[in-house]
């Protein structure tokens, strides 16, 4: 299969980057304030970037940080980790509207955090005006690490700068009142820029991951709500250097793009904030730069804390419809006219930003429905659903229904569809010619537990050519492997719907923790078979975690996965040599404590199998092995004589919905993914009790007939081979080698397989 998992960099190319890059600082505030750092084309030079900010209460304050700790990207594209800012000089220009001036109290703060001479931590704050030259909205600031002072005065004792975790400016608004939560009369927004951004002395250059995956035909989607604080110019970075094109299907989210109304924190009260629309400008101004395509996704939810009672979907007792976010957004009711209006607004407003970068126009509706309470029961009662069509009570859309609650259902799918269109129909006023999506979540409104829920939720409205795509995601079956269950749900919208296959989107994922990286297997196997398909469009949901996990995709096919099914042909005897090996960062302080950051989750074991060469035979065995494995190109299967039997291991605990576990074993609380099961030796318990009732997939995965019950731990016992391949392009091995009585040396090293 042709991707990988990667949690550091080590040989791969390399480049250097100026400390304090523009493109990687980052930004960090409490809500409702919102703000956002870019580095717009405009400013017409690589060393500036520009923060924009509202604020709404007298008490928020703004962070612009710089990490010594790359956490966001990708672990191939990422700059190195260097804590030591002793030997650096920052200079820049300061300009500023809008927040507290320099030279006020509450003006711009640096503040440090990190640790002393000795080891403790600490956090310091440093007034930037005491380094500025100029006034409190345009100053020239120079700042020498090797001395710079706490406190107001430029008098303080000097601040530790060598060994640093990040670096805090503040901005505030004016009349900031330190934690307090008392609304502003008004929302204030305000900027800074900081330009000629300067840094030099020793430790001003870090290296920088400088991977470049070639394309590979898949696209990539992404969530605003996800990287509100990182600059486009870096995510995009790792969009293009990673491999994918075409289109970007980018999620505008449900709790940061909207603009609040003044005094409030509980209306919505206009389209886009400030900040969002200069996030956004600089990101669609970059993706056209980079030859990419943006599709505007926007869904019929806000986060619940801001959005006005009237326009959620609730259910009869009255409850408002909420996700199982946290915090929790609400569904908008497609009859509530008032909210179906902001969305046309807010579309209108992100078509007017495709406009004006000249990207040809696509938008997304994105996953519109009526909320289903677990316990069935629908959220069609609004006061708004009330007066549209008079819904009659269902209790339990899983029940068997009567004609008036399939009315009901049928009445509540054309309102879904009335609202879509007029979404639809407003998005093409704003960009005349705009491409059309329809995104469609699987599980949800193809539930086989509620199968005539498909009336409120797929309506027949929205069969093709309502609109120009139909875009379908199925992660909870993709990530689980549930191969026949995405095929039924597939079939069933096709069926329904009617849109052919070009006229199709695939997105695939999604791996919610990072305890569930062992999904991308299914996930990238699920993408495999949508380009089969013939889908014009295969995207892995979502950006954030392919960044997170280190995910690696390259074009292929299972021919790239370059493992041939066959085992190492020659005995082991007691003599080879095993030796697992982890792969630790550790870095000393001054004082002498330690850092440790494991890179591997898991051992990688290398094997010596020179002493299995016993005879001239062996050797001609050996030697035509590794040349129909073309040396090192090709992993095989070898049978570690220390470790090849497992027994009653726990593959994981039943919820009553997953069928799919991934063969594993445990060593004391660590774990080991089982890829390559001995073929015939697997057996299965659940609840302790033996079962038949399953079949063994490919990479060494379980998937029983019936979902266990909630709580039924899943064991299996079986033997296992290790994935491998030769570790070296060269093999030398002779005649006097084992007549000596010596060993050869045939060094093999284990491959990772997800």
């Known amino acids: 299969m042709p991707y990988c998992l990667t949690a550091a960099r ?49 008490g928020d304050l ?35 509207g809008g927040v507290v001036p320099l030279d006020a109290i509450d003006g711009a703060v640096l503040t440090v955090e990190g640790r002393d001479e000795t080891g403790e931590a600490f956090t310091a704050y440093v007034r930037l005006w005491n380094y500025a030259a100029g006034t409190g909205e345009d100053a020239a600031i120079s700042l020498d690490f090797a001395d710079v ?3 107001f005065g430029s008098g303080g004792p000097p601040v530790w700068m060598g060994d ?25 927004e305000g900027w800074a820029e900081l330009t000629n951004i ?65 005094g409030s924190a509980t209306a919505v009260g ?72 902001y969305l046309q607004t807010v579309a209108a407003a992100f078509m007017a930003i495709t406009i004006a970068a000249e990207l040809p126009p696509k938008f997304q509706a994105g996953e519109p429905w009526w909320w289903t309470r677990d316990d069935g029961s629908p959220c069609l009662y609004d006061a708004s659903a009330v007066a549209a069509f008079a819904p009659v009570a269902i209790p339990d859309v899983r029940g068997t229904l009567s004609g008036a609650q399939l009315a009901t259902l049928d009445a509540a799918g054309a309102c879904l569809a009335g609202a879509t269109a007029a979404l639809v129909s407003a998005v093409k006023i704003a960009a005349p010619g705009c491409v059309t999506h329809l995104l469609a979540y699987l599980p949800t409104v193809l539930d086989l537990a509620a199968r005539e829920l498909r009336r409120a939720n797929l309506p027949l409205g929205w069969a093709y050519p309502a609109f120009d795509v139909l875009q379908v995601e199925d992660y909870d079956w993709a990530a689980t492997g549930d191969v026949a269950a995405s095929a039924t749900g597939l079939a069933a919208i096709k069926a329904r719907l009617s849109y052919p296959a070009a006229r199709q989107h695939y997105l695939s994922g999604f791996v919610a923790s990072p305890g569930d990286a062992a999904e991308w297997r299914a996930i990238v196997d699920a993408a495999e078979r949508a380009r089969a398909r013939g889908v014009a469009a295969v995207f892995l949901w979502a950006l954030p975690q392919v960044l997170r996990d280190g995910l690696i995709y390259w074009a292929g096919d ?102 799919r576990f991934a063969l594993q074993r445990w060593y004391g609380a660590m774990t080991r ?71 050869a040396s045939v060094p093999l090293v284990e491959v990772r397989e997800g």
Not at 33 to 53: E, Q, W
Not at 65 to 93: K, N
Not at 703 to 729: E, K
């Open 673 to 743: 993914r089982i890829t390559r099961p001995v073929a015939g030796s697997v057996s299965v318990k659940v609840a302790g009790t033996a079962t038949t009732a399953f079949a063994v997939e490919a990479g060494g995965f379980v998937l029983l007939d019936a979902a266990p019950a909630a709580g039924a731990a899943v064991t299996a016992s079986f033997g296992f081979d290790v994935p491998v391949r030769f570790a070296d392009d060269l093999l030398t091995v002779s005649r006097a080698t084992y007549l000596a009585g010596e060993a």
């Open 62 to 96: 703004i962070g612009l940080i710089w990490e010594a700790v790359d956490r966001f990207d990708h672990p191939l594209l990422a700059y190195e980790t260097s804590r030591d800012f002793r030997g650096c000089r920052l200079s820049f220009r300061w300009r500023s």
């Open 270 to 341: 206009g389209a886009l904030n400030v900040a969002c629309a200069a996030w956004h400008r600089d990101f669609a101004a970059r993706a056209r730069q980079l030859g990419f395509d943006v599709i505007w996704s926007l869904s019929f939810e806000l986060l619940d804390q801001h959005c006005p009672a009237a326009w959620k979907q609730r259910a009869a007792d009255g409850s408002a419809a909420q996700t199982g976010y946290t915090p929790p957004s609400a569904l908008l009711s497609p009859a509530n006219a008032t909210a179906m209006g």
């Open 558 to 659: 299972d021919e790239m996965d370059a493992f041939d099914d066959v085992l190492f042909p020659l005995a082991l005897g007691r003599a080879a040599e095993v030796a697992p090996a982890f792969s630790t960062a550790i870095v000393a302080g001054s004082g002498g404590a330690e850092q440790r950051q494991a890179n591997w989750a898991a051992a990688r074991t290398r094997y010596d199998v020179g002493p299995g060469v016993r005879s001239e035979a062996d050797i001609q065995t050996l030697l035509a092995f590794f040349r129909a494995r073309m040396g090192p190109a090709r992993a095989f299967r070898l049978r570690d004589p220390f470790d090849a039997n497992a027994t009653d291991e726990l593959l994981g605990t039943g919820n009553g919905a997953t069928r």
């Open 198 to 262: 300067v840094c030099d002395g020793p430790g001003a250059v870090l290296a920088i991951g400088d991977v470049v995956v070639p394309p590979h035909g898949l696209c990539i989607a992404n969530g605003y709500d996800d990287s509100y604080h990182l600059t486009p110019a870096r995510l995009l970075r790792n969009v293009l250097q990673l491999g994918y094109r075409g289109a970007i299907d980018h999620y505008v989210g449900m709790s940061h793009y909207f603009r609040l109304s003044a």
């Open 164 to 188: 640093v975790d990040r670096l805090f400016v503040s901005l505030a608004p004016p009349g900031y009142v330190p934690g307090s939560a008392a609304a502003l009369a008004s929302p204030a």
């Open 149 to 151: 002072r706490y406190g």
């Open 10 to 58: 080590h040989e791969q190319a390399s480049d250097f980057v100026s400390r304090f890059d523009p493109r990687f600082w980052t930004v960090n505030f409490p809500r409702p304030a919102m703000a956002a750092v870019t580095t717009p084309i405009a400013l017409g030079a690589a060393d500036a970037l520009r923060v924009d900010a509202v604020f709404y209460n007298a």
